[in-house]
């Protein structure tokens, strides 16, 4: 059965880092694009970065210099390395991998989300 599983929240001040990993099992993880989004309570599921499964990289505008995402298809992880978080940025992170076929048929799995909390 294909899952991801998330690591690497917890407990930050302001201004401090993590790296959030997202593990692929029981799939071709590296054909996969790669997403991470996060939801803070009462908020919509917002994208904050991307990876292509040629490790092309995309941010959201709000996280563009601070946010570095990255892959090792050895170990079928994806990276999220945070830096200068910010208060708002409190939220679950959930990894999320993308699979376009040339059909139009299309693979999305879902982590279970992991939760970071960045406090003032």
């Known amino acids: 059965q294909v899952q991801l599983v998330e690591s690497g929240g917890g407990v930050v001040q302001a201004g401090g880092s993590l790296r959030l990993s997202c593990t692929g099992f029981?799939?071709?993880?590296?054909?996969?694009?790669i997403r991470w989004y996060r939801q803070a309570p009462g908020n919509e599921r917002d994208l904050v970065a991307s990876?292509?499964?040629?490790?092309?990289?995309t941010y959201a505008d709000s996280v563009k210099g601070r946010f570095t995402i990255s892959r090792d298809n050895a170990k079928n992880t994806v990276y999220l390395q945070m830096s200068s978080l910010k208060f708002e940025e409190t939220a679950v992170y959930y990894c999320n991998a993308h699979y376009l076929m040339a059909s139009g048929t299309t693979y999305d799995y879902w982590g279970q989300g992991t939760q970071v909390t960045v406090s003032s």
């Open positions: 029981q799939m071709h993880f590296d054909i996969y694009d």
């Open positions: 990876i292509t499964a040629d490790s092309v990289p």
